[in-house]
Every structure is written in structure tokens, then in C-alpha cells.
């Protein structure tokens, strides 16, 4: 690689870094040229040099928090069987995610299709984030009968929607007031959906935390 192709390749680093930065600790309504200017270290019209517009940095800024999103979810449920377990486990990795980064969540479920400058590609890796971290353990539990496939998008649309739903109003009603009564609501949730009735049963992969 060429010293020019380095330099680029660090200098957009920085201006991801910083757009991160700011997404995780202050949400959208914070993100302008100059506020990500700022925190690079650079002029705003170093930014031009290497981005189009900001919406070329959010969009690989939601390709890589997808993909963080995905590690953080391996790395709490690798010791739950896999199974419908491990789904319950995955599905509530997922929600602590964005518990500890809701100003990731409010870029993910609360950002206008319009502050994506409309980037299609984009507005699919956020739509499909909750299926794409669950897609492995799906695939295994329809490959064991463990689930019908005819009922797999019925299943995979009820979860999508509970979670944004118990997560709007936790992270910006604060609905429920504690962390420990809306995990019991995402527990009874996941439960009625998966068929996993038990309220005894509790997700082994945050239920500590926070």
C-alpha cells in the first residue's frame, strides 16, 4: 500500500472515530461537520477531502455498530446452548447493546429516513439489525424442528417490534422506572413469543448487569 493510500485510509479513520464518538455519547442531534471536525482534531474542510457529507460517515458508522452489536451479542450467549435459549440469550444481548449505548439506539430507531440522506443500503442494515444478529440460531432452529418455518417471519416481526417497542420506552420514557422491572417485561415478552412460558426462565446474559 502506497504512503498516499495510508495517509487517506488513517485520516478517515479519525473522522469515523470521532463520528462514533459523538453517536455513542451524544446522539445524532449532535452530529455536524464541525462537531466531528472538532473532535478528529482537523478543520471541517479537511472532512470534504476524504467524505462526500456527513451521511457517508453515519452510514459506515451503522455498518460498524452493527457489526459491534454483533460481537458484543457472540460474546454474551457463547456458553448458552443453542436452541431457543440461545435465542432468548441473543435477544437480550441485543437490548443490553443498546441499553449501554442508547444514543446508538436513537441513531438505529429515532434518525428520519432523511438523515440518512436516504441511503438505502443503509435503511436495510438497520431494518434487518435485529434478524441479522439472530440469522445463525434461526437457521439452526428451523434445521431441528425446534421452531415451524411457516411461522418464522411471524416470529421474527413479533421480536423486532417488542424490543424497539420495550426500548423507546425504557430509554426515553423511562417506562418502566427500573431496570429490573422492564428486563421482566422484555422477559415475559421473548417468553410469549418463543413459546417459552416459563416466567421462571430468565435470560442468563444480562440479567445481572446494569
Known sequence: MKNKEIQEKRMKEYFI?????ILK????????????????????????????????????????????CKLFVISKTKKTPKGLDRIKDTVFAYISYFVEYPGIFDLFYLARVGDFGNK????????????????????????RNLLPIEKLDSFKNQLKYAVIGLLLLYLNRRTPDSYSEFMDQ???????????????????SIKNEN
Open 17 to 21: 472515530q470521532a463520528t462514533k464518538s
Open 25 to 68: 455519547g451524544e446522539g445524532l442531534k449532535s452530529i455536524s461537520v464541525r462537531n466531528i471536525a472538532d473532535q478528529a482534531g482537523y478543520s471541517y474542510a479537511t472532512l470534504y477531502n476524504y467524505f462526500k457529507d456527513v451521511n457517508d460517515l453515519i452510514f459506515l458508522c451503522v455498518n460498524d455498530f452493527q457489526e459491534e
Open 120 to 143: 438505502q443500503t443503509t435503511i436495510n442494515v438497520i431494518s434487518n439489525s435485529l434478524d441479522d444478529v439472530c440469522e445463525s440460531e434461526w437457521n439452526y432452529c428451523i434445521s
Open 186 to 204: 422484555a422477559n415475559f415478552q421473548i417468553d410469549n413469543i418463543l413459546g417459552l412460558n416459563n416466567s421462571n426462565r430468565t435470560s442468563t
